[in-house]
């Protein structure tokens, strides 16, 4: 286990202080190749690890843990067993508001070594409380929020728990998430979907809208978007607006994957030839409206902005899919909403990709609610989305 230092400023640097530094028991190789159950024994071993670390939390910033590739076996529990070694170390760490970076042999051997430079120091940089890039085209005042589920068991209770991303504004502030929790039972589900009650709806809002005034000195946001991947219910909707009655503009956006293909035609040549399709991809940012309240939006695409006219679609030879974006609620420019959500496809700091396909508040929501139904005990606070990265 490695240590790392960094205080974000005008020149920020790295050190590897070594009287930080916590190495892993000598015989922990030996029992995670031939061990019945290699993942547990490496959790017991971290877990030890880091509660040496606590001792000295004075003394570092960031916990840099490095996994042998070799240790493969220990990294999951495989079919009888539920388990997942980055999010059990999330789910501890973050409970603990302990930041860390994963290391394993990958980095080492990957080629594209600005690649790997640029990952682990933007990944450190943020981890360390630096905020590396904001939002354009966003207009202000405005607060981002996602929302997805996971059904985590306690003790012998399962229980839905709601999180919330949230990015408060184009400064790139207030990466925080919050999680809701309610028993099992007490949860709608149509299908394999879970939905909210009007009153847990505004539960949720309320905390929401009370985490964002304690971050702005007690001003209201002018506006709220809320997205989601599953459709919004009326008692969901109702809940929204009683917890944000102040707000001026609420906007209930559902995001979908689709099954849509686009195809850009070329003008003929010569009168009377027929069109035909281009060698390249449609545009990042597309947008084309389909109904009063739908459009499919293209986040992946040519990005020509990028290389000053040329073509260029980094993801390969793939048609790209579109979003398919239904508003439930707001009375926005749709041209607006496009903007943002490509501003928020970016917003992702865990990887040196152009964008995402999703915006950041559903993907962090997503990957949230995979590492919280892991820690074993969910306090009713906020935590910085810093810690699962």
């Known amino acids: 286990m490695m240590q790392a230092s960094s205080r974000p400023s005008a020149a920020t640097s790295v050190s590897l202080p070594a009287a930080s530094v916590v190495e892993l028991p000598a015989t922990l190789d030996v029992a995670v190749r031939t061990g019945p159950q290699p993942q547990r024994v490496l959790a017991e071993a971290i877990s030890n690890a880091m509660g040496q670390l606590k001792h000295i939390r004075t003394d570092w910033d960031v916990v840099l843990i490095y996994l042998p590739t070799a240790w493969h076996a220990a990294f999951e529990g495989g079919m009888s067993d539920d388990f997942d070694l980055h999010d059990f170390i999330k789910a501890k760490t973050a409970a603990q508001a302990i930041p860390t970076q994963l290391l394993n042999d990958d980095p080492f051997n990957y080629k594209c070594r600005a690649s790997v430079g640029w990952r682990l120091g933007v990944a450190l940089y943020v981890k360390a409380g630096g905020v590396p890039w904001k939002m354009e085209a966003v207009q202000p005042d405005t607060a981002f929020i996602g929302l997805s589920y996971a059904l985590r068991r306690d003790k012998s209770v399962l229980r839905y728990v709601t999180c919330c991303s949230q990015i408060f504004d184009a400064e790139g502030t207030g990466l925080e998430f919050l999680a809701y929790e309610t028993e099992a039972s007490k949860i709608s589900v149509f299908g394999r979907n879970p939905f909210l009650s009007q009153e847990q709806m505004r539960s949720v809002m309320a905390r929401s809208l009370s985490l964002y005034l304690e971050r702005h000195a007690g ?171």
């Open 219 to 389: 001003r209201v946001p002018r506006r709220v978007v809320i997205h989601k991947t599953t459709e919004f219910k009326r008692q969901e909707i109702d809940g929204v607006f009683d917890a944000l009655a102040r707000i001026d503009e609420v906007e209930l956006i559902q995001v979908q994957d689709t099954r849509w293909r686009g195809v850009r035609l070329l003008a003929p040549r010569r009168r009377g030839d027929a069109s035909e399709a281009d060698r390249w991809p449609l545009s990042r940012g597309t947008l084309l409206t389909i109904g009063e309240q739908e459009a499919l939006l293209w986040t992946q695409g040519n990005s020509t902005a990028v290389t000053g006219g040329a073509p260029w679609y980094p993801v390969g030879k793939s048609i790209p899919r579109p979003l398919l974006l239904r508003r439930y609620a707001g009375r926005g420019d749709a041209q607006m909403l496009g903007r943002e959500f490509l501003a928020l496809s970016k917003m992702n700091w865990n990887n040196d990709s152009l964008n995402d396909t999703l915006p950041a508040t559903l993907a962090f929501a997503h990957k949230l609610a995979e590492v919280v139904k892991r820690m074993p005990t969910l306090d009713p606070r906020p935590y910085p989305l810093r810690l699962f990265m």
